[in-house]
């Protein structure tokens, strides 16, 4: 049997997985990452794998605790999935899907969490920490410790059994890339706490607007608008404005212009105000809506512009003759 020398072991090992930022680098050192559970999850998660992923651990978990075969049994070839198996009180990474591994860039197989201790990976420990204690999926959104460019990830974490009656001892992460501008402005489209409604114009004859046909509104519109989800919605944007009056009974209350804009306030038979805005914006017409938030104004003495607002008055007073 040939003999293999040192240098050709060494060879052999393989590289150490270090970030690529000098300042991530430490036990101490912790990322920036954003997560949540519970509820809060089906309103933040955005790849549909992660998403089949947590149905199905909803599904199993129904009946029994969720085993690392149930997962595995239904997992695509193209999933990006990294599995870690508790040992003590650390990690070990058991699992990574060649997806995966040519997505990141590094083969994390056999590494224990001790052996990593930078930003990401130290945030990454004290969630799985959590996910098996609470025994609850962790949907997470972070930036990675590993790449140089701001490359945005996302995953959901499920906390996995070797049998149905034990406690569970594996994480199994799906995970997605969310660098491009288009996930990420979808992302906040979807979340955002204004009503936001795109429609394209509708030109006449006489190369005239008179309605623009909705090409997509968010969620927050369904909820303002009461739409259920998964029926249809107004068509067009005349269609939108005749259904505030004749359903919701929404009436105008005040109307303003500034250049393209134009901002209608109205009234719900609560008296609850709403505030409509359309706009026209290179050629394409963006509705906004949202409640009117009514602030009572703080007296001066109490506002933390106090000071600011002191000094104006003291300005403006004529001075005494």
């Known amino acids: 049997m040939a003999q293999i020398s040192g240098a050709q072991a060494?060879?052999?090992?393989?590289?150490?997985?270090?970030?690529?930022?000098?300042?991530?680098?430490?036990?101490?050192?912790?990322?920036?990452?954003?997560?949540?559970?519970?509820?809060?999850?089906?309103?933040?998660?955005?790849?549909?794998?992660?998403?089949?992923?947590?149905?199905?651990?909803?599904?199993?978990?129904?009946?029994?605790?969720?085993?690392?075969?149930?997962?595995?049994?239904?997992?695509?070839?193209?999933?990006?999935?990294?599995?870690?198996?508790?040992?003590?009180?650390?990690?070990?990474?058991?699992?990574?899907?060649?997806?995966?591994?040519?997505?990141?860039?590094?083969?994390?197989?056999?590494?224990?969490?001790?052996?990593?201790?930078?930003?990401?990976?130290?945030?990454?420990?004290?969630?799985y920490d959590e996910c098996l204690a609470e025994n609850q999926p962790i949907y997470t959104r972070y930036i990675s410790s590993l790449s140089n460019r701001n490359v945005y990830w996302e995953a959901m974490m499920l906390p996995l059994a070797a049998s149905e009656r034990s406690r569970p001892i594996f994480v199994m992460s799906y995970m997605s890339l969310l660098n491009e501008k288009v996930d990420l402005l979808r992302i906040l489209y979807d979340r955002s706490p204004v009503g936001i409604i795109a429609a394209v114009p509708i030109m006449d004859g006489k190369r005239t607007t008179d309605d623009a046909r909705v090409l997509t509104m968010n969620s927050k519109v369904r909820e303002i608008l009461r739409l259920p989800e998964g029926k249809g919605h107004p068509h067009t944007v005349g269609e939108m404005i005749r259904y505030l009056g004749t359903v919701l009974r929404w009436t105008p209350n005040s109307k303003s212009s500034q250049g393209h804009s134009t901002t209608i306030e109205y009234l719900d038979p609560d008296g609850a105000r709403f505030h409509v805005t359309i706009e026209l914006i290179n050629h394409f017409i963006l509705i906004s809506l949202a409640p009117t938030v009514v602030e009572e104004a703080e007296a001066p003495s109490r506002s933390r512009f106090a000071r600011l607002l002191g000094l104006i008055e003291g300005q403006a007073k004529p001075s005494a003759e």
């Open 10 to 127: 060494a060879q052999l090992q393989p590289a150490p997985i270090v970030p690529e930022r000098s300042e991530d680098i430490g036990a101490d050192r912790r990322a920036a990452i954003q997560a949540w559970k519970g509820k809060a999850i089906d309103e933040q998660i955005h790849a549909r794998s992660l998403d089949l992923a947590y149905r199905r651990w909803l599904f199993q978990r129904v009946s029994q605790q969720p085993r690392l075969r149930d997962m595995f049994s239904e997992a695509s070839m193209f999933d990006q999935i990294l599995l870690a198996l508790k040992v003590g009180a650390e990690y070990l990474l058991i699992g990574q899907s060649d997806s995966y591994i040519a997505a990141v860039g590094r083969d994390m197989r056999g590494t224990l969490t001790s052996e990593m201790q930078f930003a990401t990976a130290n945030s990454i420990k004290d969630l």
